[in-house]
């Protein structure tokens, strides 16, 4: 079992930056990939990044690559989401996810987190 715990969401303007954390515990952190996804009103939650136990390899969406940045701390059991020039279609909420392996997809995760808000305003 693996629990997650966002934070760093909130009320942006357009071209400013946030960065997200997430607070894993449970298992290992070390042997879990991280990922971090998005769901806007009415849409279904999509891919944002992620990132293997060791960091070397790390997948962005088309959307979010060059203004976001998926790094994170094993020994604080912590994941971060840089996210920069931000844009009003960025708005979502954003989830911190766990996995057994490395992917892009909603399935390929196992836990997620309860969300933080991200509103970036025109």
């Known amino acids: 079992q693996v629990q997650l715990v966002e934070s760093g969401g909130g009320l942006v303007q357009a071209g400013g930056s946030l960065r997200l954390s997430c607070v894993a515990s449970g298992r290992a952190f070390i042997y879990v990939r991280m990922g971090w996804f998005r769901q806007a009103p009415g849409m279904e939650r999509e891919f944002v990044a992620a990132?293997?136990?060791?960091?070397?390899?790390?997948y962005y969406a088309d959307s979010v690559k060059g203004r976001f940045t998926i790094s994170r701390d094993n020994a604080k059991n912590t994941v971060y989401l840089q996210m920069n020039s931000l844009k009003p279609e960025d708005t979502a909420v954003y989830y911190c996810a766990a996995s057994n392996r490395i992917g892009t997809q909603v399935y390929d995760y196992n836990y997620w987190g309860q969300g933080t808000q991200v509103t970036v305003s025109a």
């Open positions: 990132i293997s136990q060791s960091t070397a390899i790390t």
